[in-house]
């Protein structure tokens, strides 16, 4: 995650000294919002992305699982589940996010949340926002849950239905959204970075604005599941995107409004905002660089501060990797799994800056970008190690 808010907005928000390794501005959030910080991003334990339940009430065209509204087998029980939050409470990861499919979807989903916050978890939603009703967002505040995470992809009613699947979607995750912000609990909306969504980037500030939304995190597409028919952006539209989204942040700072935006899943955004803010002359300029650095952009992420179980219990290196499992938690640990590197990939993302190939094993920015997304990479030309395809750097940008 590059957090735009915090590095050229300079906004302290509870996950920046696990992100970047310092505070900008001293901040004393709820106990449940902070995430255990690390001596450094090397030594992170990693944030788990776990997909509960593969069941989903929609059919999203970018759905990176291919979830649909059916029961699938073979998904890890109640007890199952338990222990897997035993261990890593134990293992000291830093947030737990329950995924899905639809992960409301599960009956005993909160049961679960209910054990992981006895457990002192820092635990996270990632929600189509439908099912949530007044009771619902209640319940998230009294558990103390530290985010709910709401996909919308469009502020136009038609679009987000579209992507959806659902004609009604809108306003469904219209009234999750509210329910959760009458309630008082901290929400955020998450979108894909997809041709249609980026023409509409005006109208989802104006929505997080005039909704009161706490967060937004803009997603850059990975070609996993259904998401792999979508087009990728061009790099042009990918640099307007990503301006357009610097320019809103600073907007909403100018105005008062402590809202967190993030980008998600390519590292050079990182580097393009540490560029134009040397254009600019920007105060902060080489600090952000020095906060870049020690987070290491892809080189802690994946494999490293970003770990996925899936609905049958494969440990993965992120949510988008799941042709590839390490083992599953029905047979070992998952701390054990994370920390075994027998398999060359896993030892690989532990250790990946001298195996990166292309562009990416020559660029002069590998000490903050960390060589992008392998995932997508590795979809896109089988080679876990190749250049990842999204950077959207000219070949004069990254020359040393």
Known sequence: MIDISVLYAGIETP????RYGRAITQID???HQRMKVAKSAAERKPIVVWNLTRTCNLKCVHCYTDSEAKRYPDELT???????LDDLAAFKVPAVLFSGGEPLMRPDIFELAEYARSLNLHVVFSTNGTLIDQKMAERFVELQCAY????LDSAKPDVHDNFRGMTGAFNKTMTGFRHCVTAGQKVGLRLTLTRQTCEDLDEIFAFIENEGINRACFYHLCPAGRGSELAALTPQESRRAI????????RLNQSGKCTEILTVDN??????LYMRMLRENHPRAEQVADMLRFNGGARYSSGVGIANIDFHGNVHADQFSMYRSFGNVKERAFSDIWQDIADPVMA????RLPLLKGRCATCRFQDMCGGGLRARAELATGDTWAADPGCYLTDDEITA
């Open 243 to 250: 301006d357009t989204i610097i320019d809103h942040t600073e």
């Open 15 to 18: 996950s920046t000294p696990h």
């Open 148 to 151: 709910i995470g709401i996909s």
């Open 267 to 272: 590292h050079c955004d990182g580097v393009y």
């Open 348 to 351: 690989g993302l532990k250790d």
């Open 78 to 84: 109640t007890e199952q589940c338990k222990a897997v």
């Open 29 to 31: 959030p709820p106990e």
